[in-house]
């Protein structure tokens, strides 16, 4: 418990008021700061329920989840930490309901929200659509709340979009900063982003997006590697470089897996599909030809067969720092001749990092706990150090 | 808060007894006084969650809903409502479940109850079927509670079934209230029920019903208009007169929708199914004519047609008291040139008045909430000032 | 109140360490002790709850649910018990989640379980996978634990598998315990556990199976009969046997439904699948021979149509104990002319012993929630005494 008072003092130090009743859609919208204390609130959180300390913060109130995609993780952890802050999830099923059936996104964003105090949603398989819908949801609840429909604005967190999946990478890098022992440790490692061969077609393309988007603001040197054709979205490869500058970072590419593997400190291989495949997946889906989708998934599943030497094997982690770099990946993962023949990752390395991977994921419902308390508590410091002295058991 | 603690206050004149441990299945069953109390308890509960005060009267317990028809709206409120007060929904899904594998409805009433608080149900498809599935509930669970199998008789609410949709007449009865400002304003007022066209077929008859056999006890003008074919349930116009006898108003019909709006402080322009045709398709399900269904479809829709004059246009809303009736819809509109070529009102006047409609819609989950409380609390009243002078937190 | 109290002063002479941490797969891992442990922790919780006095342990928390066949009666208990200790309930859907998808069982055991306090399983479609699943999953979790991925171990209930459906026979017993007045009076009854007709294949054998897994532990004469090749497993038959003489009372088998009922004090006529049959069909889907599937099928119910005289009349009801003995069942039964044309009831039957069919049903929930408090709190007998002494209201 040292340990989480100590935490809890250092926010103090922090500037996150930005993100009292701000919406969390792009890791690059939040200053480094408000990404610290995301970090923080996390650590803290688990903290005090390992003490079996309850940080419950609300009597009752809905948690509204959407979920256009399918999703085990994400799901898990958003009503994990739904549940520990005191919310209940409410999934807007749009097979069940009537958004289908002509209604405005404003409209359902109000009749949805009379009793929300977040908003969660995942909305990745078209490009230049899902970010897009959260936004049109928030300026909904935003003008809900100011013409008086609303009591109080419910906050919105991406759960995965075309462009970002803030809850994955940030998962992600509070699992470098406790595997590194500090952020301040992360300066001047290397990582390697890499595209890797899957069976499978058309996975989003943000997860690379977050990663290069996020890794690249806390001095880390962030190399990109995929096949010819499998750029990702240029803004976010301009995001990248950005960061990379203002933080002392770099962001390169490399040609190969082989070349970015080369002396990394981290490496996350895995598989996305075509940022221009994808572009054109989108007009064929509004155009309803579904015979071009069918033409242009087995272009593209040709394509990745053309790509299966892009796998992380036992030889290319022995180019890594030490032989020893971290591997990662948000899971679920195509494992060689496990969970298909040929992919993404050597049966041997995974198993290698299988509970380092397994404790990435855990990471998880505490960042999305982190960012609903961020955004509906107004001093989070002060009310995690009351939560702490009060000491209400979760289990009691 | 003064004005919460004057609400609380005024029960004590109304005589709202017999709805302790009672199911609310149709507006008309209710007294005068009962339908004030739960209009006030909305309006507490609403209060005392605006200001932060946890209404909550449940450590655990469990909301059944059913939904036999789709819903988002009725189906957040009653979530919303639920969580307010601490129960926690638990939907029952007829696919999901063996409801359909012969089991009897007893059966399942109490089998889903050993510790339910409330049932509510939609179930508003067929003529002569919804509210009588709802009785047949009602009974099961009273002897399932005389016979030492449930230790306590969970309470109903009707989300809509083919006779009325008490939740959404209450809450726009509370929405024109508040518009008013008190119920006594609302004498000699004039209503325009109406039909309007709408590409869809096959739209409920309980919002026009459980409209007409509301408003009339309020000492309101209400004129009922559609096209020939399209009448309403005659019983429900019976109870409507009655109504209108009993409480000094009138309820009347008007040829068109011009005679009807003439003058008129509230319009509420909606499409309905007509009510022979219901019936009739109610058999053909029955008999499992799907050919017959069909055919009927077609007929309805090719009917619905003729009367695509009946919209609520810039030119209807003028003739009305002022041109500023307040334009009224239980949502989602067919909004012409929106959310349809053609249907039930112009996307002008559905616009200027979008923030009412929303917030009459923000009146349901606090007018099921209020239907609740009364049903599971003994002295309402008390409790209320009770939770009021203790004032926990919702959101601590 | 004081029923309860004695109870709850009953269990410090029973030895019911071992359930703490652990999980409830099959009765018969269970001591003698920790059954009745069960049974009065079961009766505990109801004599609370009645008395409302809220039993909730948890002020957050998951209780996960997987569902690989339909159920109501076993969700809404599940449910229920989660809710009454404070637990939500998160259900995994296999057709939402990704679990079809390559993911092993280890990885999703662990990615469902970073907050989760229970699992309840139901598998028991295929004869060898369902409890053997449940023991993978129980393995996967106690790994995360210990390699530190889960801050605590889940513990899983068996909500029914291919060998028992222990939440079913426990309800069953306590409602045995509670009829005779005692466990003590059920030394030397005869209960009749027998095969019955009906319509429908394929019905599980874990009730049967956990019939006489159980039963036999109290001195009861436990008789099993059922139409040649409508065996159940071998193995719980030796279970059977080794109860019945560790624990003074007898399992025998009779040749037909008639001998069986002679003199039994308690009957338990109910239809299930020949354990053969259920193994070959296994196979079959394994192979993913659908026409195989089919033939099967209809052998089966043309099997089961040659045994329509195995059902529950009046007749054999009067060959019993005083022509009185009790009738059970785990519902929903095939009742003749109700549910079906010939079932495994007479209707007059089934009609005279609902009351005490529901009464039956209503145990399971209390049974449920006995298994987590059990597994979750380290001293249940201190605890529900202090739970009793705080006398915190369920509906304040």
Redesign the interface.
């Known amino acids: 418990m040292n340990d989480t008072r100590a935490l809890i003092e250092t926010l103090s130090s922090l500037d996150y008021e930005g993100m009292y009743q701000n919406d969390f859609l792009l890791t690059w919208e939040k200053s480094q700061d408000e990404l610290m204390a995301t970090f923080r609130v996390a650590q803290i959180l688990?903290g005090l329920?390992?003490a079996n300390i309850?940080p419950?913060?609300?009597?009752?109130?809905?948690a509204i989840s959407l979920?256009r995609d399918?999703?085990?993780?994400t799901?898990?952890?958003f009503?994990?930490a739904a549940?520990?802050?005191?919310l209940?999830?409410?999934d807007?099923d749009e097979k069940?309901?009537?958004?289908a059936?002509?209604?405005?996104v404003r409209?359902?964003a109000?009749?949805?929200s009379?009793?929300a105090?977040v908003i969660g949603i995942r909305d990745d398989m078209f490009i230049g659509k899902g970010n897009t819908y959260m936004r049109e949801v928030a300026k909904s609840v935003q003008e809900?709340f100011e013409?008086?429909?609303?009591?109080q604005r419910p906050t919105l967190v991406n759960l995965q979009c075309d462009i970002d999946h803030p809850t994955q990478s940030m998962a992600d890098m509070l699992h470098l900063i406790e595997r590194f022992g500090g952020v301040e440790n992360l300066k001047g490692k290397k990582i390697a982003m890499t595209w890797a061969y899957s069976p499978?077609y058309g996975k989003p393309l943000s997860v690379p997006q977050g990663v290069i988007g996020l890794m690249t603001r806390f001095g880390m040197e962030v190399v990109l590697a995929h096949p010819e054709g499998y750029e990702v979205m240029p803004e976010v490869e301009a995001v990248a470089k950005r960061n990379a500058e203002a933080g002392g970072g770099s962001f390169t590419r490399a040609g190969g897996m082989a070349e970015a593997f080369e002396g990394a400190d981290i490496v996350y291989p895995k598989s996305w599909a075509p940022f221009a495949a994808m572009e054109k997946r989108t007009r064929l889906y509004e155009d309803g030809d579904w015979d071009g989708i069918d033409a242009l998934e087995k272009e593209l599943l040709a394509e990745n067969a053309r790509h299966k030497d892009w796998t992380c094997t036992e030889e290319l982690m022995a180019k890594t720092k030490d032989g020893a770099a971290l591997y990662m990946h948000c899971?679920?993962a195509?494992i060689t001749g496990?969970?298909?023949e040929e992919g993404e990752v050597a049966a041997s390395v995974f198993d290698r990092y299988r509970?380092a991977l397994?404790?990435e994921?855990?990471q998880k419902?505490y960042i999305i706990a982190a960012m609903m308390f961020l955004a509906?508590v107004r001093n989070a410091g002060e009310k995690l150090m009351e939560i702490l002295e009060r000491g209400?058991?979760?289990?009691?």
């Open positions: 688990r329920r390992e309850s419950r913060i609300f009597d009752s109130g809905l979920f399918q999703s085990t993780r799901r898990f952890s009503a994990s549940n520990l802050l005191g209940t999830v409410q807007l069940k309901s009537q958004v059936h002509g209604e405005t409209e359902t109000n009749m949805i009379f009793m105090d809900g013409d008086g429909v609303l009591e499978s899971l679920p195509d496990v969970s298909c509970v397994y404790r994921a855990s419902p509906r209400e058991p979760r289990r009691r």
